[in-house]
């Protein structure tokens, strides 16, 4: 699968011009000296944030990547480490989609002077600390940089801070921690995704009663995240705005040993009062999506799912779900090390954090053979 994405900043050009562009060439269109755009180029300090951000136009304007990545082979070779989850799991969608956006970053910035490496670990606290505790004691000299889904653990808190008090540059991507002093946080819009979600379930319901809602985070203290976090939240505040006629009930169960599936099938076959369900994540798409199904009640009960994978696709043709919040974890994974190498590479300073905007899908994206699904995908 191609996944090139052109991104600001760092488009692939062939030249054109008769003569290579120089430094003084960048420095008279920028309206600086040669010096500055040397100190810019080279990611020194004693430049202001809008002269890097105007040199940096200039840079791609006169299509002077090839003489950039040049000029970069001539200093030591830059290091960024992305942690991923281990998703030998066939339900680990959403955290294949951020690798495969993070893969195909690594793929556009090639030709810089970086070395790129992935680690991949299981989703627990102790492998995770276990692995960062090695690259602090035997990596973290010559690392610039360290990106990663982060855990809600005391002492993973305290370790990524001290990668930072290192000079190590640290992004997370798809959740947050506020506790950790990274440089930026790249994730969905999750507020976003269930006002959207409870916008489209008002808009689909024929009658009153009962909508369901998955919120996996109400379970359980879970070291990714928080109560709400995925959208579940302000999915039940937006449903109360517009109308008393509905009542909104969470799911109780977990996913694992099909305790979920088998909790939603057993309600929506004992309360015909139910019209709708939310499924606030992957995971929860691919349990409850079969029981609505099975239950025989797929063209009664409105269901909203979450993201765009195989399974959920499919179900979205078969007319199971009736639409699909997509937060797009390709480009989470793409812009988290897009902002990080722009930093340790190119000295920008980023925002605090970058939202990545959700989408609706619909059926009308859905196609007989797997072209619509990879489209989206790539979008």
Request: hydrophobic content about 40%.
């Amino acid at each position: 699968m191609n996944r090139l994405l052109n991104t600001t900043g760092y488009r692939s050009a062939t030249r054109t011009r008769a003569a290579p562009v120089t430094l003084h060439d960048i420095a008279r269109e920028a309206g600086t000296s040669v010096s500055t755009v040397s100190r810019v180029l080279n990611g020194k300090p004693g430049a202001g944030e809008a002269t890097r951000t105007k040199v940096f136009d200039v840079v791609e304007r006169l299509q002077y990547t090839v003489n950039y990545a040049a000029s970069n082979l001539k200093r030591r070779t830059t290091n960024l480490i992305g942690v991923f989850e281990d998703h030998s799991r066939p339900s680990s969608y959403y955290a294949r989609h951020i690798e495969e956006g993070y893969d195909a970053c690594v793929e556009q910035l090639s030709t810089f002077n970086v070395h790129f490496e992935k680690r991949h670990v299981a989703v627990q606290e102790a492998d995770v600390y276990e692995l960062l505790s090695e690259v602090y004691e035997h990596e973290r000299a010559e690392l610039d940089g360290l990106l990663l889904v982060p855990f809600r653990s005391g002492r993973i808190i305290a370790l990524l801070n001290r990668f930072v008090d290192a000079g190590v540059a640290v992004v997370f991507a798809d959740k947050d921690v506020e506790q950790v002093r990274r440089m930026t946080f790249v994730g969905p819009d999750n507020d976003l995704a269930g006002r959207m979600a409870a916008e489209l379930m008002f808009r689909f319901l024929r009658r009153e009663g009962t909508v369901i809602v998955s919120n996996p985070d109400s379970r359980s203290v879970h070291p990714y995240g928080r109560p709400g976090h995925l959208g579940a939240g302000s999915f039940v505040r937006q449903m109360s705005l517009y109308t008393s006629g509905i009542r909104v009930e969470s799911t109780h169960e977990p996913r694992k040993d099909n305790r979920l599936y088998t909790e939603v099938r057993h309600r929506l076959e004992e309360d015909p009062k139910i019209v709708g369900i939310f499924a606030a994540s992957a995971r929860d798409t691919a349990a409850i999506a079969p029981a609505l199904r099975d239950s025989g009640r797929e063209r009664e009960v409105q269901m909203i799912g979450s993201e765009v994978f195989p399974e959920s696709f499919a179900m979205l043709g078969a007319g199971v779900i009736d639409a699909l919040i997509y937060k797009n974890p390709f480009r989470v994974g793409f812009k988290a090390l897009d902002h990080l190498f722009g930093h340790v590479v190119r000295g920008l300073t980023p925002a605090s954090q970058y939202r990545v905007m959700p989408r609706v899908v619909l059926a009308s994206a859905f196609t007989d053979d797997s072209q619509g699904y990879e489209a989206l995908l790539e979008e």
